[in-house]
């Protein structure tokens, strides 16, 4: 039985959302819901990942840490303790609001949780963009006045994207994903946002989102200019994407018949997402398509090869 272990997802509608993980991911839909958000693996009070497949089927991840907390993520695991690592899918058929996420020093301040996150561009339409950071020299004055004004969008740093790029988004940094990207997120287990702008936009019950421009603007890092995105490098069989006291992110370019490397027993828990191709375990039929988001448990043992050329996420170092 394969300790592989993957997630029933949790479906989010928002109002931004569309149909995108259907087209890209061949995931099964409302056809009347904008599903903005899948949950892949999460332990929060508001939505618990419920495990899909392997020894501990039909328990939740927050029951499975509780009966097994030595073989998913090591001994020194301190007991209670919610998994440290939320991984979603985004499809972002319009812009998201122009938001802020809490730096530790001020989270618990403002009755919040700090989180860092990762974004992988798995999809994007030609003229897709990441707005991210300030322009260069842009202060906090600047920034107050043009919000009243309704005229933020100029002071906001624009990156066009294309499908494997990447983005590092630190607490702090003021972000906007543009229409047409497809993300895989990976941050800390939180969900303390701070909408600062959000484009004029009503809704899903057609009423005005709440913003939180108090609390953003004691947020946003006003020294946080024009952050560079990460390109892939094709020729590179492994490339670190992002390495925080967090989480560290690794990506793996892997030839049909190849092995996904460093994966031993007994070291760590680790996240496996596959993002392009298709792995299979080399103990097993089992496979793991475009899409999936499976936890590494540290107690198991893995092997994963290629059954064509593919591209992988390993998300560790979160213990």
């Not at 006291?245 to 190849?258: K, T």
């Amino acid at each position: 039985m394969s300790d592989i272990t993957l997630f029933q997802p949790i479906y989010q509608e928002r109002v931004w959302g569309g149909t995108g993980l259907q087209t890209h991911l061949g995931r099964k839909l409302m056809p009347e819901k904008r599903i903005g958000e899948s949950w892949e693996v999460a332990d929060r009070p508001e939505a618990r990942s419920v495990i899909a497949n392997g020894r501990l089927q039909g328990l939740t991840l927050q029951e499975a840490l509780a009966k097994h907390p030595e073989f998913i993520m090591g001994p020194n695991f301190p007991p209670g303790m919610p998994f440290p690592i939320l991984v979603k899918w985004l499809d972002c058929r319009a812009r998201l609001s122009l938001q802020v996420h809490p730096p530790a020093s001020v989270a618990e301040s403002l009755g919040g949780e700090s989180k860092t996150e990762h974004w992988y561009i798995a999809a994007a339409e030609p003229e897709a963009s990441l707005l991210v950071g300030l322009k260069r020299g842009v202060t906090r004055p600047q920034f107050e006045a043009a919000l009243c004004a309704d005229a933020l969008e100029p002071l906001i740093h624009r990156i066009p994207v294309a499908p494997g790029d990447s983005m590092f988004v630190q607490s702090g940094r003021l972000h906007a994903i543009d229409a047409g990207n497809l993300i895989l997120e990976i941050q800390e287990n939180s969900d303390t946002t701070y909408r600062v702008y959000d484009w004029g936009r009503s809704g899903l019950d057609g009423k005005p989102r709440q913003l939180h421009i108090e609390e953003s603007l004691k947020c946003i890092d006003w020294n946080d200019f024009e952050p560079e995105i990460l390109r892939p490098d094709g020729q590179k069989r492994e490339q670190t994407l992002a390495s925080c006291p967090n989480f560290r992110i690794r990506l793996f370019n892997i030839v049909e018949g190849a092995e996904v490397p460093g994966l031993p027993c007994g070291e760590q828990a680790r996240l496996l997402h596959v993002v392009s191709g298709c792995l299979r375990e080399t103990d097993s039929d089992n496979t793991f398509k475009k899409g999936d988001n499976a936890l590494l448990p540290y107690g198991g043992s893995f092997g994963l090869e290629a059954t064509e050329d593919s591209v992988a996420l390993i998300t560790d170092n979160f213990t």
